[in-house]
Structure formats: structure tokens, C-alpha cells
């Protein structure tokens, strides 16, 4: 009765084994590696690496909603990544983005154009203006430092003595939300 009890066994093992044999065969059929697959450079899309020249469709928006820039209506803004033609984060977010992508990523003001710096900002005799001169809030202006340095700056505020000027980027200090469409790499 042992022997026929270890043939029972033996048998039970075999058709287990065959069982699970078979549904590997199965698998084996069905798995990628049995089957043809296209080469990658057939199915990758062509991403945007460091050293490309990139055309993109962007539009930039602050934390209200507000448009400050957009490439929409005209040609697509065209630049070498890793040239540092471009905000950092921004060229960070084209970095790695397939041909025809669009996506939406927000830049934080360190990555953009950086921190707004109240030292920036001075006042001046209106009397150290050209001659004749009116200046207007929100004017856009040229200074030339000691160094001989064009510093843009923009009016911030007319008194009847003094005027006050501004010298950090009009996005300083913002975080910026950009939509991105990256349309052509070359």
C-alpha cells in the first residue's frame, strides 16, 4: 500500500508540473519577447536633449490667471537648450519633452527671475533726469552705471522732486506658469 501511495504521488507531481508547463508554453506565446517588436528608434518619439535647437509655443501666466507673454499668433520662440538663452526653469521643462508635446509646469520665482530685491529700487532728483524729460509710472528707462553698465529700470512713482526707479525684472520675485508646446527640434 506505501508503493501505490508514493505512485499516487509521483503521478500528482507529473500532471501538476505538465499543468503548469503548459500554461507557460502559453505565456511564452503571448509575452513580448515572443513576439516581433518594432526597434525603439522606430516607436520613440524624438525628445529634446541638451545641445538642441528647439522651436516651442508657450504661454505664460501668473498665480491670477494674468497673460504676461504669449507666442501664440506669431512665430515660435526658437533656442538652444543649454545655450542659457532661457530661464532656467524653463529650459529645465522643455528638457526631455517629445516632439509635439504640450504640458503645463510652474516655475518657481528662484528658477525664473529670481527673488525681488528691495535694494533695487532708489530715488533719484528728478532734476538728475535729461532735461525736459517727463517721466510716466511703468515707463521704461536705461541708466548707465559708473562701470559704464546699461541698467534697465522702470518708474515706479513721480513726485514734483524725485522720481523713484526700479531696477529689478519687471517678474521678479513671481512664480510663472508657462503651457509649452515643443514643435520642432533640430
Known sequence: MKGNAIGYVVVIIAIVVAVLCAGCADNDAESPAATSMPTPSATAAQTAKVG???KVHYTGT???GSVFDSSI???PLQFTLGGGQMIPGFEQAVIGMALGETKTVTI???QAYGPYYEERVFVIDRDELPPGMEPEVGQKLQMQSATGQIIPVTVKEVS???VTLDANHELAGKDLTFEIQLVEIS
Open 160 to 162: 514734483a522732486t524725485t
Open 52 to 54: 538642441d535647437t528647439v
Open 62 to 64: 501668473l498665480a491670477d
Open 108 to 110: 518657481p520665482a528662484d
Open 73 to 75: 499668433g506669431r512665430e
